[in-house]
């Protein structure tokens, strides 16, 4: 299937104390909206990092359309990956930030102009172009990373935490906005958080970690009515 994620049997340590993933299976179809939830230190981050190519694994395999990821760099993956912080470069103003992965790809001008234009509007942010990132609200900067790392068009989107340096009800409303741009676009979404309500509402389908194992994957009715073991529904309840 176009656009099929595949890990299998994924294990990932940081020296011989630390295992942050432990035999990590999980298959996505191109479209799917998955979220990732987990307590802290549960390898929810690292499961990106992994897939996204930033941290190579100890073993296991890793296949997008097809391929094996492995000996892929980053920067061919053409993922993207929007950190928690943002990763907003504050020298540069809005235009500048959303335009930086085109222009690392030698796009033409016109384009460059063309598709930052169209991450603005779908962002609600047309207008903002010459702002410096530093005189945003912690929404609108949401948004500029947002809009940038939907830029260049990648083949999956994967959103570490992308709400939790937001105030309670900024988080909600932004969720809201976030999730519907989500939905209008045919691409393959990873949502990591350790909220119980920004998973379900931003993922048809959770993946529920602890202490770098998969507990259980389902939807909403699946876990809350049929948890896998005594710990998931503990940490749903």
Do not use: C
């Not at 929810?44 to 190519?53: E, N």
């Not at 935490?161 to 969720?175: A, F, I, T, W």
């Not at 389902?218 to 876990?223: A, F």
Request: proline share 4%; net charge neutral; glycine share 8%.
């Amino acid at each position: 299937m176009t656009g099929e994620l595949i890990l299998e049997q994924v294990n990932k340590s940081y020296g011989p104390e630390v295992l942050m993933l432990r035999d990590v299976n999980l298959t996505l179809a191109q479209g799917t909206h998955l979220s990732v939830l987990g307590p802290s230190g549960s390898g929810k981050t690292t499961l990106l990092r992994i897939i996204a190519g930033i941290e190579p694994i100890d073993s296991g395999r890793i296949v997008f359309n097809g391929r094996s990821l492995l000996d892929v760099p980053p920067y061919k993956r053409n993922f993207g990956y929007m950190f928690q912080d943002f990763a907003l470069f504050p020298h540069m103003d809005v235009f500048q930030n959303v335009a930086f992965g085109l222009k690392m790809k030698k796009m033409a001008r016109q384009s460059v102009n063309t598709r930052v234009e169209q991450m603005l509007d779908l962002t609600g942010l047309t207008g903002y172009e010459n702002r410096r990132v530093n005189e945003l609200s912690g929404g609108e900067r949401q948004r500029v990373a947002l809009a940038r790392t939907l830029a260049p068009q990648p083949r999956l989107l994967m959103l570490d935490e992308p709400l939790s340096s937001l105030d309670r009800v900024l988080r909600q409303k932004l969720l809201g906005e976030l999730t519907a741009i989500i939905s209008d676009l045919n691409i393959t979404t990873i949502f990591v958080t350790h909220d119980h309500e920004e998973a379900f509402a931003a993922g048809s389908t959770v993946l529920v970690m602890k202490e770098g194992r998969v507990e259980q994957k389902g939807s909403r009715e699946d876990l809350t009515l049929r948890p896998a073991n005594d710990w998931v529904r503990q940490f749903l309840s």
